[in-house]
């Protein structure tokens, strides 16, 4: 394999994990606002039931 086979591939490579590690960061993103917005609808109905 030549070296510029191997640097592309290495690139290549690296832009896989970069992605799939922006897509984990958006999932976890995602959900962390879904669960503020849960629980401060139940923040806010447990203290209306007072």
């Not at 896989?16 to 806010?44: D, H, P, T, Y």
């Amino acid at each position: 394999m030549a070296l510029y086979e191997s640097i592309l591939i290495a690139l290549f490579c690296m832009s896989v994990v970069f992605a799939v590690l922006g897509m984990l960061w958006a999932i976890i993103r995602i959900f962390s606002l879904i669960i503020v917005s849960i629980e401060k609808r139940n923040e806010k109905s447990s203290t209306d039931a007072y």
